[in-house]
C-alpha cells in the first residue's frame, strides 16, 4: 500500500516561530503537494513539486515556502507563523504516469497546526 | 479552466437512508472522476474512481457513474450507515502528468440512528 505520512498530528507554535512541517512518501512519486483545509474553504493547494529541487506555487503560496530535497520527503515551512496560518494542513502525492487509472492523489493524515 | 461542482452541505440523513451527492465538471480534455471521502481528524482516502465514459466505481457500497453526456458523476449508496459520516469530496484530473486534481468543495454528511 501507498504510505504517505506526516511529522505530527497536531502542533502547537507560537506567533512568529519558524514551523517546519514533513511528509514523506514510499511510493516513489513524482510529484507532491500541500494543502490546507479551512472550514467552509475546502481544499487550497499552496504549493507543490514535480521533481526534486522544482516548485510551483499553488493558490494560496503566501507565508510559505517548500523544500524537496530529496524524491520522497516534501517540507512545507512557515517563516514566521502567524495566527491566520492556524490550519489543517494535508499533503499529498502522485505518479507522472501515462497510465490512465494510476494517477489519483495518495494523501497523509493531516497535520493539525495551531498558532498562539 | 477544469472545474468541479458539488452540493452543498451539510447532508443529515436517517441511518438506511438513500444517499445521493450530485457531482458535475467542467474539463477541456477527457479527465478521469474520483470520489474521496474523508472521515473527522483524518486526511483523504480514495473511495472509488472512473477513467472513461459510462465506467461505474463503486467502494464500499457506494457507487458512481462517469456521465459524458451530462458531466457528472453522481455518488449514490443504497443505505448509509452511521459510520459513513464523512466529508465526500468529488476530483477530476484531464491528465496523468504532474498537475494537481482539481477538487470540489466537498459535501458534509451526517448520518443519525
Known amino acids: 500500500d501507498v504510505k504517505v505520512t506526516q511529522s505530527s498530528r497536531y502542533l502547537v507554535k507560537r506567533t512568529g516561530e519558524k514551523v517546519f512541517l514533513e511528509c514523506v512518501q514510499d511510493?516513489?512519486?513524482?510529484?507532491m503537494f500541500w494543502y490546507r483545509q479551512d472550514p467552509g474553504l475546502g481544499l487550497r493547494l499552496i504549493y507543490f513539486?514535480?521533481?526534486?529541487?522544482?516548485?510551483e506555487k499553488g493558490d494560496i503560496p503566501e507565508g510559505y515556502s517548500v523544500s524537496r530535497e530529496k524524491k520522497e520527503r516534501f517540507s512545507l515551512i512557515l517563516e514566521s507563523a502567524s495566527t491566520n496560518q492556524t490550519s489543517m494542513y494535508l499533503c499529498?502525492?502522485?505518479?507522472?504516469?501515462?497510465?490512465?487509472?494510476?494517477?489519483?492523489?495518495?494523501f497523509g493524515p493531516g497535520t493539525r497546526l495551531t498558532v498562539l | 479552466g477544469d472545474s468541479v461542482t458539488q452540493m452543498e452541505g451539510p447532508v443529515t440523513l436517517s441511518e438506511e437512508a438513500f444517499l445521493t451527492i450530485n457531482c458535475t465538471y467542467t474539463a477541456t480534455g477527457y479527465p478521469s472522476l474520483f470520489w474521496y471521502v474523508q472521515y473527522p481528524g483524518e486526511g483523504l482516502q480514495l473511495l472509488l474512481k472512473?477513467?472513461?465514459?459510462?465506467d461505474k466505481g463503486s467502494n464500499k457500497g457506494f457507487e458512481a457513474t462517469y456521465r459524458k453526456e451530462t458531466t457528472s458523476f453522481h455518488l449514490e449508496k443504497g443505505s448509509v450507515q452511521v459510520s459513513d459520516s464523512a466529508v465526500y469530496f468529488c476530483?477530476?484530473?484531464?491528465?496523468?502528468?504532474?498537475?494537481?486534481?482539481?477538487f470540489g468543495k466537498g459535501t458534509r454528511l451526517s448520518v443519525i440512528a
Open positions: 511510493m516513489d512519486h513524482e510529484n
Open positions: 499529498a502525492s502522485r505518479w507522472t504516469s501515462g497510465r490512465v487509472g494510476y494517477n489519483e492523489q495518495f
Open positions: 476530483a477530476l484530473t484531464t491528465n496523468s502528468g504532474n498537475t494537481p486534481l482539481v
Open positions: 472512473a477513467t472513461k465514459a459510462d
Open positions: 513539486s514535480y521533481d526534486v529541487k522544482m516548485k
